[in-house]
């Protein structure tokens, strides 16, 4: 799959779940969760010493799952994450090192921006996907709506305090190609166990994301 492919992978489920799991174990069931839930994409985070041995798991044993890896803050992270599987690498910030060493690798990186001039910044280093972070805080559909007026090129995933409630009012926005969230994954879920849980909400956020399309 080509970096190219895999944005418009995104941009065709327009939701990215963002995922806390401890281990491979518990990457694999939560992955077979969202396909249960017609949602084949995951965004597994270095968050934990887990993640990426969940991201190696998943890609081996799920490679119909589009799995990326979030919390990628410095180079060396991006070579074992690329080398684990990662289609592709979400970062919290705006790191040169990162969206170059992703570059190299020819893996689509998403750095987080908060301001038009982070957004100046990853286009001077040819990044027109970038993630809103976090959105909720900055400004959400509001700020996203002032920041696509002068970058009319750029399309943002915000991420960062999204909900079920407030979904709709991010997908109505022409420069969201998709949006991060995370209360389907909840981790106290995936602690519990709750696969069947996960499914479910799974499948109603894939619903709201076809009637707000």
């Known amino acids: 799959m080509s970096p190219g492919d895999t944005l418009k992978t995104l941009e065709q489920h327009r939701l990215v779940p963002v995922v806390v799991v401890d281990g491979a174990d518990q990457g694999v069931r939560l992955a077979e969760a969202l396909v249960a839930g017609g949602l084949p994409v995951a965004e597994i985070t270095l968050r934990t010493a887990g993640g990426l041995d969940a991201i190696r798991a998943v890609a081996r044993r799920h490679p119909d799952v589009v799995v990326g890896a979030g ?13 684990a599987g990662a ?20 893996v689509p990186v998403l750095p987080g921006v908060a301001t038009p001039t982070e957004i100046m910044a990853a286009l001077d280093l040819g990044v027109e996907t970038v993630k809103l972070f976090p959105a909720s805080v900055v400004g959400g559909p509001a700020a996203l709506k002032a920041l696509a007026a002068p970058f009319g090129d750029v399309r943002f995933v915000p991420t960062g305090g999204i909900s079920a409630a407030n979904l709709g009012e991010y997908l ?5 190609l998709a949006v991060g969230g995370s209360w389907m994954v909840a981790k106290n879920l995936v ?21 707000n399309s």
């Open 71 to 83: 919390t990628v803050v410095d180079a060396t992270q991006v070579d074992a994450v690329v080398d």
């Open 87 to 106: 289609r592709y690498i979400v970062s919290p910030g705006l790191s040169r090192s990162v969206v170059e060493r992703a570059q190299h690798h020819g």
């Open 172 to 176: 109505a926005l022409p420069s969201v």
């Open 191 to 211: 602690d519990a166990g709750d696969w069947a849980e996960i499914t479910r909400l799974t499948a109603e956020a894939v619903t709201l994301v076809k009637e």
